[in-house]
């Protein structure tokens, strides 16, 4: 089996409170992408996907998928994710 050239990876998108088809802010990069070795090799290598998230105050804890063979954790800061939005 070949590992396939593409990259599943996780991005952030803030939508309006009150009319949620309006984005407000799209991440220019993604806030998750694989890069550890069982991220990258199973049987879909170079996956990340979201399976939820929890979130107080600056923490968003995202739980995740990767290469569709472990179920992960990552803390990131709200602060730096949307500071990555366009």
């Known amino acids: 089996m070949t590992a396939s050239p593409l990259t599943y990876s996780l991005g952030a998108l803030l939508l309006d409170g009150e009319d949620?088809?309006?984005?407000?802010?799209r991440s220019r990069a993604p806030i998750l992408f694989p890069e550890a070795p069982?991220?990258?090799k199973g049987f879909f290598a170079n996956v990340t996907f979201?399976?939820?998230l929890l979130a107080e105050g600056d923490?968003?804890?995202?739980?995740y998928g990767a290469s569709d063979g472990v179920t992960c954790v990552?803390?990131?800061?709200?602060?730096?994710i949307l500071a990555g939005l366009a």
Not at 20 to 25: A, E, F, K
Not at 59 to 63: A, S
Not at 74 to 80: K, P, Y
């Open 20 to 25: 949620p088809g309006l984005v407000l802010g």
């Open 38 to 40: 069982y991220e990258l």
């Open 74 to 80: 990552a803390d990131l800061s709200l602060e730096h």
């Open 50 to 52: 979201t399976c939820g």
């Open 59 to 63: 923490l968003v804890r995202i739980y």
